[in-house]
């Protein structure tokens, strides 16, 4: 059952928190989550907020040039995707990314439009808009 998708306003990074907290209720045990917005929209500051509400203690850094860093949670493993530079899907493929995104932790996909043949079938889709220098438009669903 799909559900309808949310959307939150953040005006401020001191809300990240508890929006954070809103998206994973709101997933409902889902735990692949595309981000998708412009350069600069936020993408990495909110999935920081998302890596903290699952227990993270570690610093959590943009896997821009890894591709992907891994965190641990209170209960999960976390893994952090930056597909931004990957230059064809064969790419992904090589790095394994089936092992990630089946092995039950939950993953955070910063640019999955780079690699649109190789999402799975169900995910949270979370696309932010950019309002004002310190302004967010956080649109929410499940798929």
């Known amino acids: 059952m799909e559900l309808t998708p949310m959307l939150l306003t953040a005006n401020s990074t001191t809300q990240l928190p508890s929006i954070a907290s809103e998206i994973i209720s709101f997933a409902r045990g889902i735990r692949i989550f595309l981000f998708y917005g412009?350069?600069?929209?936020?993408?990495?500051?909110?999935?920081?907020?998302?890596?903290?509400?699952?227990?993270t203690t570690e610093p959590v850094t943009s896997p821009t040039f890894s591709i992907v860093n891994e965190y641990i949670g209170t209960k999960n493993r976390i893994y952090h995707f930056d597909f931004y530079r990957l230059k064809n899907q064969t790419e992904a493929l090589d790095m394994g990314y089936e092992e990630y995104f089946y092995s039950d932790a939950y993953c955070f996909i910063e640019w999955p439009e780079k690699i649109p043949?190789?999402?799975?079938?169900?995910?949270?889709?979370?696309?932010?808009?950019?309002l004002d220098d310190n302004s967010r438009q956080i649109i929410i669903k499940q798929i």
């Open 38 to 55: 412009d350069m600069g929209a936020g993408k990495t500051t909110l999935i920081k907020a998302l890596c903290e509400s699952l227990g």
């Open 117 to 130: 043949d190789l999402l799975p079938a169900n995910y949270i889709s979370i696309n932010i808009k950019v």
